[in-house]
Every structure is written in structure tokens, then in C-alpha cells.
């Protein structure tokens, strides 16, 4: 464990308020506006094949707008990824997405239950008009086999058995679904029909969203790429399979990208065109370089230590909330694991105040940017200390005793973690039993 003692320096600018309640709020409101079209529209509701259809066209109208919601949230908007959190949008995202297709199923079996009912059919004779006989009913159906597609792949257990690639790709086709099962809202939904108002509010409700994703997934990315033609630079190896990749560009600087967060890359070569993939910027970023560190931990990652210089380089970004703007105090503690270190170097030479750095791997060997953290220290007067397992392979213990002992004051501190989701998670909790509040500990995650 290596320290440098610390010096004080001038405090952090106030934290910024995430604007992530009133969106919450606002989404929600979304909701009960979707069940207002609803009740103004339903005189009353007779018999058991009344409340079944009213059921199934609550579920459907709730079901239409968690579509729009969840095409929303895929649209990487700035103020979304930046102020709220990209790991907290994609977890609003794949909450939408669950109840999507909870809300898709309730509908189907409520509206053909409650038509059966009302018809004195059997429901699959019922099916088998409805689908066939109603008009948009097959564009509709179409759409509904690929949401319960995205659903079912989307799922942790398959999930893990597929790659990363295939999953991206499936998941691309909720556009087309959505795309599919618009029209028959409007020709079939009692609540457009005839309602000018009603129906031009709910085109623009999709229209705004599909001009977001336009704009911010298609037309933003060329627009950044063309101004400013990315290139790898040079591939350096930092530890045991961690290497950097420093990418060159024009006019870097007018992309805003900040110490701690991240850009979504592909490679154009090596067969790296078909994948993109996050990482975060390892070096405060200059006008005319990017860097990157990536550990060897799967096929891409891996493919990366073969870039050779002059590889055109695709990337979206900046993306990422834990930036100096959410520090609240002048104390602040950095927790990294393994190859987690890379946004955190970043911040550490960035960061105002004093800062400590607590990194965790398994052998000094493991250490990447280890050089570059002890020389950002000596330069700012800044502590780096070493949790690496003993000689035994025994891993040292990161409690809440441990942290309070070794870093004094901590309640006081604003804390950034990076790191595995297990490691991360542990820290979390004891940081919390530390007597850190949760608005003082900043870590994205992107297990869903």
C-alpha cells in the first residue's frame, strides 16, 4: 500500500440536480392521461364482456404509450444519459420493457376473451377473426411476435447464452414492432376514432419519439464522425491483457466529453464493424487524442490489442453521469477494481479537492496505469493506496470498519466506485454501513 500524503485545494462547484423525479413524473403523468382518454370516452360498463374490453383497452392504451416510452428511452438524449445516469435509463428501460409486454399480454387475452364473450364464440374462433377479418389486425399481429421475440431474448437466464451481438440486433426490431402495431390503435381504438384531438396527440406522442431516435442514434453519430474523423492512433499494453488504444480525431474538444465518462466504439477493422461497445475515456481528453483501456475479457475486448494504427473509428458519445458534477464536499474517495480503474483515472487527475484512490487487483502485476496514478499523486499531492491479495492469494477485506479506519472522516466524503457489478455492490453496502449517504456514493451499473 502506497500513500502520498494530500493537500487541500479549492472545493468542487455545488452538484448539479439530476433531473431524474420530475422525468419520472412527468412519464407517469403520461400514464394517467392515458387512462383519462379512457374514462371520458366509456359511457358505462355492462355484463362480463364489458369489463373484459374495457380491461383490454385500458391494457392497450397503457400498452401503445410503454411503447412509445420505451422507444424514448433507447434514444440516448443527452439530458437522459449525461444528467440522469446512463445505467439508470437502462434500467428504466428494460422496466418498460417488462411491463410492455405484461400490458401486451393482458390486452390480447382481455379484448379476445371479452369480443368471445360478447360473440358467444369460442376464443379461438375469435382469434381467428379478429386477426384475420379486422383491418391492421395482421401488421399488428406481426408486430406482437417480435416484442414477445425482443421480451424473451432480453431475459437475464437467455440472455447470458447468447452473444452480445445477437441480443443487439434482435433488440433493434423493436422499432419495426412498434412500427407494426401503431396503425391498428387508431383504426381500431374507440378512443381515436372520430376524435381529431385525441389522434392528433397521440401522432405527435410517436412522431416526437421516433424524431429523438432520428436525431440522436442516426443523425448526431454522422454528424460527429464526419466533423471529426477518428482513427486509432497506437495500441500500448498496460498490465496482464489490459492495453490502451489512443484515438486520434479533429476539433476533439467541441464533443464535451468528460473526465468519468464514456463513448460507444466500433472499430471499422478487424472484424470488430459488427459490434459496439462502451468504454470509458482513461486520460482526461485533449483536443486532438481520445484514450481508452479495455481488458481482454471476451472476443471483442480481446480483438481490440490487435488494432493496428490508422483503423477508422466509429463512436457515439459523450455518455455518463459520474463526472465532478456530482461531487457535493472537497473529500473525495476513489474505489476501483481491476480494470474499473479506467473512468477513475480520469477523475483522479481531475477531480478538485482532496482525493484518495483505493484500487483493488489481485497482484501488482495486475495494476494497470499504476505508473500514471503514482506520478498524478507526487503532481497533485493526492493518495494512492493498494488493496492487492496476499501471498496466499488471500483477498483483503474492504468492511465497513476497514474503510472507516483507513480513510477518517468518510461520512464526509463523496465516493466513486468502478468496478465489477459484485465487487461494486459490496463496497456499496459498506460504504452505506460506513454511515456514507447514498447521495454521496456515485457508481453506474449496467446489469440489469
Same mark, same amino acid.
Given at each position: 500500500?502506497?500513500?502520498?500524503?494530500?493537500?487541500?485545494?479549492?472545493?468542487?462547484?455545488?452538484?448539479?440536480?439530476?433531473?431524474?423525479?420530475?422525468?419520472?413524473?412527468?412519464?407517469?403523468?403520461?400514464?394517467?392521461?392515458?387512462?383519462?382518454?379512457?374514462?371520458?370516452?366509456?359511457?358505462?360498463?355492462?355484463?362480463?364482456?364489458?369489463?373484459?374490453?374495457?380491461?383490454?383497452?385500458?391494457?392497450?392504451?397503457?400498452?401503445?404509450?410503454?411503447?412509445?416510452?420505451?422507444?424514448?428511452?433507447?434514444?440516448?438524449?443527452?439530458?437522459?444519459?449525461?444528467?440522469?445516469?446512463?445505467?439508470?435509463?437502462?434500467?428504466?428501460?428494460?422496466?418498460?420493457?417488462?411491463?410492455?409486454?405484461?400490458?401486451?399480454?393482458?390486452?390480447?387475452?382481455?379484448?379476445?376473451?371479452?369480443?368471445?364473450?360478447?360473440?358467444?364464440?369460442?376464443?379461438?374462433?375469435?382469434?381467428?377473426?379478429?386477426?384475420?377479418?379486422?383491418?391492421?389486425?395482421?401488421?399488428?399481429?406481426?408486430?406482437?411476435?417480435?416484442?414477445?421475440?425482443?421480451?424473451?431474448?432480453?431475459?437475464?437466464?437467455?440472455?447470458?447464452?447468447?452473444?452480445?451481438?445477437?441480443?443487439?440486433?434482435?433488440?433493434?426490431?423493436?422499432?419495426?414492432?412498434?412500427?407494426?402495431?401503431?396503425?391498428?390503435?387508431?383504426?381500431?381504438?374507440?378512443?381515436?376514432?372520430?376524435?381529431?384531438?385525441?389522434?392528433?396527440?397521440?401522432?405527435?406522442?410517436?412522431?416526437?419519439?421516433?424524431?429523438?431516435?432520428?436525431?440522436?442514434?442516426?443523425?448526431?453519430?454522422?454528424?460527429?464522425?464526419?466533423?471529426?474523423?477518428?482513427?486509432?492512433?497506437?495500441?500500448?499494453?498496460?498490465?496482464?491483457?489490459?492495453?490502451?488504444?489512443?484515438?486520434?480525431?479533429?476539433?476533439?474538444?467541441?464533443?464535451?466529453?468528460?473526465?468519468?465518462?464514456?463513448?460507444?466504439?466500433?472499430?471499422?477493422?478487424?472484424?470488430?464493424?459488427?459490434?459496439?461497445?462502451?468504454?470509458?475515456?482513461?486520460?482526461?481528453?485533449?483536443?486532438?487524442?481520445?484514450?481508452?483501456?479495455?481488458?481482454?475479457?471476451?472476443?471483442?475486448?480481446?480483438?481490440?490489442?490487435?488494432?493496428?494504427?490508422?483503423?477508422?473509428?466509429?463512436?457515439?458519445?459523450? @455518455?455518463?453521469?459520474?463526472?465532478?458534477?456530482? %461531487?457535493?464536499?472537497?473529500?473525495?474517495? &476513489?474505489? #476501483? +477494481? !481491476? $480494470?474499473?480503474?479506467?473512468?477513475?483515472?480520469?477523475?483522479?487527475?481531475?477531480?478538485?479537492?482532496?482525493?484518495?484512490?483505493?484500487?483493488?487487483?489481485?497482484?501488482?502485476?495486475?495494476?494497470?496505469?499504476?505508473?500514471?496514478?503514482?506520478?498524478?499523486?507526487?503532481?497533485?499531492?493526492?493518495?494512492?493506496?493498494?488493496?492487492?491479495?496476499?501471498?496466499?492469494?488471500?483477498?483483503?477485506?474492504?468492511?465497513?470498519?476497514?474503510?472507516?479506519?483507513?480513510?477518517?472522516?468518510?461520512?464526509?466524503?463523496?465516493? @466513486?466506485?468502478?468496478?465489477?457489478?459484485?465487487? %461494486?455492490?459490496?463496497?456499496?453496502?459498506? &460504504?452505506? #454501513? +460506513? !454511515? $456514507?449517504?447514498?447521495?454521496?456514493?456515485?457508481?453506474?451499473?449496467?446489469?440489469?
Amino acid at each position: 500500500m502506497t500513500t502520498v500524503d494530500a493537500r487541500r485545494a479549492a472545493p468542487p462547484a455545488t452538484a448539479r440536480r439530476s433531473p431524474a423525479g420530475p422525468v419520472l413524473a412527468a412519464l407517469w403523468a403520461g400514464a394517467a392521461a392515458v387512462v383519462a382518454l379512457w374514462w371520458a370516452d366509456t359511457g358505462s360498463v355492462v355484463g362480463t364482456a364489458g369489463w373484459l374490453t374495457g380491461a383490454g383497452r385500458i391494457a392497450g392504451l397503457l400498452c401503445g404509450y410503454a411503447c412509445a416510452v420505451l422507444v424514448g428511452l433507447m434514444a440516448r438524449v443527452p439530458l437522459l444519459e449525461r444528467r440522469i445516469g446512463s445505467d439508470r435509463v437502462a434500467r428504466w428501460h428494460a422496466m418498460a420493457g417488462r411491463y410492455t409486454v405484461c400490458l401486451l399480454v393482458a390486452h390480447i387475452v382481455l379484448i379476445l376473451t371479452g369480443y368471445a364473450a360478447q360473440d358467444r364464440a369460442s376464443l379461438w374462433h375469435e382469434t381467428v377473426t379478429v386477426v384475420l377479418d379486422y383491418p391492421d389486425m395482421l401488421k399488428a399481429t406481426a408486430g406482437t411476435l417480435i416484442l414477445f421475440a425482443v421480451g424473451i431474448t432480453s431475459a437475464r437466464a437467455v440472455r447470458r447464452r447468447t452473444s452480445h451481438e445477437f441480443w443487439y440486433y434482435v433488440h433493434l426490431l423493436t422499432y419495426a414492432a412498434v412500427f407494426l402495431a401503431f396503425f391498428h390503435q387508431l383504426t381500431l381504438g374507440n378512443e381515436f376514432n372520430g376524435k381529431p384531438v385525441a389522434t392528433a396527440v397521440w401522432y405527435a406522442l410517436y412522431l416526437g419519439v421516433a424524431a429523438l431516435v432520428l436525431w440522436f442514434r442516426v443523425l448526431a453519430p454522422v454528424r460527429l464522425n464526419r466533423r471529426h474523423q477518428l482513427r486509432v492512433d497506437s495500441v500500448h499494453q498496460e498490465a496482464r491483457g489490459v492495453y490502451s488504444v489512443v484515438v486520434r480525431g479533429r476539433h476533439l474538444d467541441e464533443l464535451g466529453a468528460r473526465p468519468g465518462q464514456f463513448f460507444r466504439w466500433r472499430f471499422l477493422g478487424e472484424g470488430l464493424g459488427w459490434t459496439s461497445t462502451p468504454y470509458s475515456l482513461s486520460a482526461p481528453p485533449r483536443p486532438d487524442l481520445m484514450r481508452i483501456t479495455v481488458k481482454a475479457l471476451g472476443d471483442h475486448s480481446a480483438a481490440v490489442a490487435l488494432l493496428r494504427p490508422g483503423t477508422r473509428v466509429w463512436a457515439e458519445g459523450p @455518455y455518463g453521469s459520474m463526472t465532478a458534477d456530482r %461531487a457535493t464536499s472537497h473529500h473525495s474517495l &476513489l474505489i #476501483a +477494481a !481491476g $480494470v474499473g480503474i479506467t473512468p477513475l483515472r480520469a477523475l483522479f487527475e481531475t477531480l478538485p479537492g482532496e482525493v484518495t484512490l483505493l484500487y483493488r487487483a489481485r497482484s501488482a502485476e495486475d495494476l494497470a496505469l499504476g505508473g500514471e496514478l503514482e506520478a498524478i499523486a507526487r503532481r497533485r499531492g493526492a493518495q494512492v493506496r493498494y488493496a492487492l491479495n496476499g501471498p496466499r492469494g488471500e483477498r483483503p477485506a474492504i468492511t465497513a470498519e476497514s474503510l472507516r479506519a483507513a480513510f477518517p472522516g468518510l461520512a464526509g466524503h463523496d465516493v @466513486y466506485i468502478c468496478g465489477p457489478h459484485g465487487f %461494486a455492490q459490496d463496497v456499496y453496502e459498506a &460504504l452505506r #454501513a +460506513a !454511515g $456514507v449517504p447514498d447521495r454521496r456514493i456515485h457508481h453506474e451499473s449496467f446489469e440489469l
